[in-house]
């Protein structure tokens, strides 16, 4: 059974970076994509970005382009997600999920969760 494990979650000021990983351990493999999604306090979980297994197709949810951006390095079964000028609005908790095959936006098509990492934006 695989496990995902995100770090790196923590509080920083608006302006700011952070970034996350997401280990995989158990049944590995680089044939998976991997997500990552958000969920704040009263709303519902909402795809952040995403990656295939070779790293050469990458999506992102509009409100991410230009300060977030996921990579992998499959030697270490690990996916990164760096966020830059985060803004307090993107103050969640951060999961990373795995899927086989290409990668998607929905959460219900990811079998594989991990157990998230907060991050908090605020000055």
């Known amino acids: 059974q695989v496990q995902l494990v995100e770090s790196g979650g923590g509080l920083v000021q608006p302006g700011g970076s952070l970034r996350l990983s997401c280990a995989a351990s158990?049944?590995?493999?680089?044939?998976?994509?991997t997500g990552w999604f958000r969920q704040a306090p009263g709303k519902e979980r909402e795809f952040v970005g995403a990656?295939?297994?070779?790293?050469?197709?990458?999506e992102y949810a509009d409100f991410v382009k230009g300060r977030f951006s996921i990579s992998r390095d499959n030697a270490k079964n690990t996916v990164y997600l760096q966020m830059n000028n985060l803004r307090p609005e993107d103050t969640a908790v951060y999961y990373c999920a795995r899927r086989l095959g290409i990668i998607t936006r929905d959460t219900d098509t990811y079998p594989d969760w991990g157990q998230g990492t907060q991050v908090t934006v605020s000055s």
């Open positions: 158990g049944r590995s493999g680089n044939i998976y994509a």
């Open positions: 990656i295939n297994w070779r790293g050469d197709n990458l």
